[in-house]
């Protein structure tokens, strides 16, 4: 059955020339003219893909794709306009269309627009498949372990056979996923910044959870196991499911750092203002960073003033604080050493200092180093991961805090971030 495609616009010249443009190409097209007309043929039939005016007489285009959606949440919804304007572009695509064209559309970019619309819709639909195959996979695996000592030969009979469909299905899920990021990457340039951070934790736990599958065949054809055997067995898969759990953990980082970018760029990062003790909560970060550095070998130095208390958000403060010292951290060699500092800056102000002696940063960049996604263009600096938010995120956090955030480097010395809050900011958050 050909794919079924409505197309809505107040211009029947529009509605007509693009059905059979559609329609050469094998596709089952509708049309309406008016926005009242569309709903009610939505109403009617399920639609794989709509092409919907932005401005119509009677309706507002995002008004008819979100009708479809209800009708059917795998519509995949595509938008005119007559307006150049990004802005509009940009609003349409963040409340659910996958892309926009501007009219009059070209006849090549309308059948390339509508065709990886229509993969998309497939790709995503084989993708839930896969997940629902997987989620089913596991809850039966679950219920087979939640069984009584004496049914566990059964079992491991059963996981054998479900391990192989998981690996199929995993192989499944991995194709479809690699084949939807394909598609997304051309959005921007950061889609492939953010494939490879998150694709080295979930490399990890592929071949942590492969190794520990072959471990237990082997040692299931092996014959039955002794309890000596299963000792040994397990404190080997605790040491891969614990690698496995921190790379989890970086997913989650990662998670988190789009998660705040998204709520920085919508507006919504929100600040509980209290009482903080600034050389306090440094002390504290510096604690939570002691194993990290013993690990690479760095020294961390740290020499408090007395008591310097502002008002501002803790979380969010710890957060910037976090990035400024792992930030120093990865960019340290072994053996070096990071400095922070914190001391009343005349009258109104409190400043603290992060600062390491790695590969620094050139003059022309120190301007660069705050902005969204931006990572060195330095040979060194590419071989350090991340995905270039968490400066970023800490100057809109500053910002927020209505202080002032800069840093100076000198080439092969390091690098000090300053940040400067004000000795008071209950009057400037609180507003």
Known sequence: MPPRVLIVDDEESVTITMAAILEMDGYSVATALRGDDALSQIAKEEFDLVLTDLRLDDFDGMDVLAAARRRSPNTVGIVLTGYASLESAVTALREGAYDYMLKPADVEELRATVARGLE???????????????????????????????????????????????????EALQTSYEQLQELD??????????????????????????????????????????????????????????????????????????????????????????????????????????????????????????????????????????????????????????DVTVARAGEQEVEFSVGDHGIGIRPAELARVFGLFYRSPDRLARDVGGMGLGLFITKEIVDRHNGRIWAESEVGQGTTFHVALPATVAAAVEA
Do not use: C
């Open 120 to 170: 998309r819709r497939k790709l995503g639909q084989q993708l839930r498949e896969r997940v629902a195959d997987l989620e089913a996979a596991n809850r039966t695996i679950n219920q087979l372990n939640e069984g009584l000592q004496d049914r566990v030969a059964q079992a491991t009979a059963d996981l054998q056979a479900h391990v192989h469909e998981l690996d199929e299905a995993r």
């Open 185 to 338: 990457k051309l959005k921007s340039q950061f889609l492939s910044i953010a494939s490879h951070e998150l694709k080295t934790p979930i490399t990890a736990m592929s071949g942590f959870v492969q190794i520990a599958v072959r471990r237990i065949k082997r040692r299931l054809g092996a014959g039955r196991p002794t309890e000596a055997d299963w000792k040994k067995e397990e404190e080997t898969l605790l040491e891969q499911l614990e690698v496995v759990q921190r790379q989890t953990a970086k997913l989650a980082r990662l998670v988190d750092e789009l998660l705040d970018v998204s709520r920085i760029e919508s507006g919504r990062l929100e600040l509980q203002v209290a009482d903080v003790d600034l050389p306090e909560l440094i002390a504290e970060v510096m604690r939570r960073h002691e194993l990290i550095a013993t690990r690479h070998q760095l020294r961390l130095h740290y020499d408090p003033d007395q008591t310097l208390g502002v008002r501002g958000d803790r979380d969010h403060l710890e957060q910037a604080l976090n990035n400024l010292v792992g930030n120093a951290m990865k960019y340290s060699p072994e053996g070096g050493a990071i």
